[in-house]
């Protein structure tokens, strides 16, 4: 889909909601008390301004109130096909004929250079949650011979990856660098003993410093991937590396500035707000997670034209200052460039009589530094061109700075003084 969408990404979307209507009690009740119909909305723009977000707790709070599943479900439990469980815990049923989320995912594996006749090794989980079989179905999709491998196992896993000749490696980049490990105790050279030759890397933040020494170790290419407990998978690299596409085939996702609900500019921070598209046993309409995403600008290289979108971080924590949202995440990206510097928080306030926010750094330092100024100044000239406001540059202890303010939460990073 396109970003702003278009009227005709806004048709499938208007197909969903009608068969959601029909049938599940929960919607019924949510649109009738909002006083919509679905005659009302004819374009993306009705339905961003009428139709309510769904929180998790909401979701939480009907499958308590209406055990098990809650009054979301569009069949009775008869037709569910199998039911997968998300940290909650939350229940989510799953129509025999759903593809639960496989669609992203089949385009995600394509982008990876991923043939017909490869050998996929998935190690996310198989107990529970839904993340291994999902990934698995999408593999075999793909034309891959799959090996479930799940979790845990390391030696036995590198035993069935070395007679395989696994080539595809599906999982966390975590478990990855353990089964490198693995195989040097078992003796063996991970790079020749082994065939991996590109990775789907999920769950967990693949940093730089982790990702050139899994492909220093084993030759590998690893493609980050990023999704939500419950909306799915989402998007994923592509051999450029730079942002990951909306691989959003049975999504409609919005991207909305955390302050005025309307669509985040491209180049611009934006909110995700995702509905699922086509028949769901539990169908999720406007379901907001709180993560906020960066929207790429460029066109990517690759020529694939769908969105690159880059993790930020929980929206709860973005702030408008000087008119730019600002993530203590990408503060954190700059920060981590100085090895002098640990934790900070960033206090923003608007001085009487004057027109515009001002923004004060509070830079925890763990080494000394020798020329306080130049360096103040290297700094703010860095978050400068990174997070694209000046702010000015306060060298404290890192003890003076809350523990809580550490990322990834960050939850005390930001301290708003404007409206206090
Ligand atoms: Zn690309």
Redesign the pocket.
């Known amino acids: 889909m396109h970003w702003p969408p278009t009227q005709r990404d806004f048709e499938p979307l208007r197909e969903t909601l009608a068969w959601v209507l029909e049938r599940s009690p929960f919607y019924q009740r949510s649109f009738s008390a909002a006083g919509i119909r679905i005659g009302d909305l004819a374009s993306y723009d009705d339905f961003r301004r009428r139709v309510p977000r769904l929180a998790k707790a909401e979701l939480v709070a009907d499958q308590r109130a209406h055990p098990p599943f809650g009054e979301f479900v569009t069949v009775p439990r008869n037709r569910f096909g199998s039911v997968h469980t998300s940290p909650g815990p939350i229940f989510i049923p799953r129509l025999a004929e759903e593809r639960g989320g496989t669609p992203v995912l089949k385009e995600a594996i394509k982008?990876m250079g991923v043939r017909p006749g490869d050998v996929a090794h998935v190690t996310l989980s198989y107990h529970i949650m839904p993340g291994g079989l999902r990934l698995h179905r999408a593999f075999e999709e793909a034309g891959c011979l799959v090996i479930n491998g799940g979790t845990g196992n390391s030696q036995l896993q590198i035993e069935v990856a070395r007679a395989w000749r696994a080539t595809v490696y599906a999982g966390t980049p975590s478990f990855l660098a353990n089964l490198a490990d693995t195989a040097k105790q078992m003796g063996l050279d991970p790079r020749k003993d082994l065939s991996y030759r590109v990775g789907f890397s999920t769950a967990e933040a693949l940093t730089p410093p982790l990702r050139r020494e899994l492909h220093d170790t084993l030759g590998i290419e690893l493609f980050d991937h990023c999704g939500e407990a419950q909306i799915g998978p989402l998007a994923g690299e592509?051999?450029?590396h730079e942002g990951m596409?909306l691989h959003a085939a049975d999504l409609f996702c919005e991207f909305l500035d955390p302050e005025s609900g309307a669509p985040a500019d491209l180049g611009g921070i934006g909110e995700i707000v995702a509905t699922q598209l086509g028949p769901r046993a539990l169908p999720l309409v406007r379901y907001a997670p709180g993560d906020a995403f960066r929207l790429l600008k460029e066109p990517?290289?690759?020529?694939?034209e769908s969105l690159?979108i880059v993790f930020v971080g929980q929206v709860g924590v973005i702030r408008k200052i000087k008119g730019v949202l600002v993530h203590p995440a990408q503060v954190h990206k700059v920060m981590s460039e100085f090895p002098e510097l640990g934790r900070f928080q960033i206090i923003v306030d608007h001085p009487e009589g004057q027109r515009y926010d001002r923004a004060v750094l509070r830079a925890g330092t763990v080494q000394p530094i020798a020329d306080a100024d130049a360096f103040k100044q290297r700094l703010a000239a860095r978050l400068k061109a990174q997070v694209l406001i000046q702010m000015d540059i306060d060298l404290v202890a890192e003890v003076d700075v809350p523990e809580a303010a550490a990322g990834p939460r960050f939850t005390e990073a930001m301290v708003d003084r404007r409206h206090s």
């Open positions: 982008a592509c051999k450029v596409h990517c290289p690759c020529g694939d690159r």
